[in-house]
Structures are given as C-alpha cells and as structure tokens.
C-alpha cells in the first residue's frame, strides 16, 4: 500500500525575532516591557504610541525599556484603542497605565499628555522598580 503524500517530518515554524528577548538566552530582569494597543485606522494612533514610549524612556533614562505594539502585530487591536501597559520584565504580568478606551470623542482625550503627570510618573516608578529583598537576619 502507497504512503500517503504530505506524511513525514513537520517542519519547523520560524522562530520570531521579535520574541527572542523574552526566552532563557536572551532574557534581561532589567528590560522594562512597555505595550501599547492602538488602533490602526489613523497614523496619529502609531506616532502617539512611538511619542509616549519616547517620552517614559526620556523620563527613565536609567532604564532600558522595549516597546511591544499590538503584541508585534499578533493581535487585532481594538476599534480606537490606545491602551499603555507596562512590565518590569518580560516574565512579570504588564499592568495598564493609561488606557483611552472609554474616553473621546475627540480623538485627542485617547492618549495620555505627552507632558506625563506626576501620578503617571510614580505609577510607572512602581511598575518598573525591582521588589524589595529582605534584609537577612531580620526574620523573627
């Protein structure tokens, strides 16, 4: 009896580039994570998002940061999303800063000021600082 075409080895799906900061060889505890849903139906969603990463960088200059948009297109964002979301790593589950989804029209209350406001700031201080270690010999 003839084998069947098609039956052997599978080949091996391409690893992404993109997710090679998060496995075993490459991964970095210091690399902040920084993700951004925006909507793709206007260009000033994707300049927003590059402006707001631009800016926590500049805020955090000692800090490395890498910015992850739409899940490196994976996902189909939102119908006018633009939601901010920030990791201390990659192996830490990201919490939303800023999220634009219940707000607007218009369109410019979606994003966060590009001059960050203080709460901002210390929410993202918060996300990103390392947990503190306990102190040895402290422990009852």
């Not at 210091?30 to 139906?41: D, G, K, S, Y």
């Not at 899940?71 to 979301?85: I, N, Q, T, Y």
Request: glycine content about 4%.
């Amino acid at each position: 009896m003839p084998k069947a075409k098609g039956k052997g080895k599978k080949k091996k799906k391409p690893i992404d580039p993109n997710l090679l900061y998060c496995d075993d060889q490459h991964f970095d505890e210091t690399l902040a994570i920084v993700r951004i849903e925006h909507c793709l139906r206007c260009p000033i969603y994707q300049e927003m998002a590059q402006r707001i990463f631009d800016r926590i960088c500049q805020q955090f200059p000692d800090t490395s940061f890498k910015l992850i948009r739409n899940e490196f297109d994976k996902m189909e964002p939102r119908e006018g999303s633009f939601e901010v979301s920030i990791a201390r790593n990659c192996r830490v589950p990201d919490h939303t800063i800023w999220s634009g989804l219940p707000r607007g029209p218009p369109r410019r209350e979606k994003f966060p000021p590009l001059e960050l406001p203080s709460e901002l700031i210390e929410r993202i201080r918060s996300e990103i600082k390392p947990p503190s270690k306990p102190k040895a010999g402290l422990l009852p």
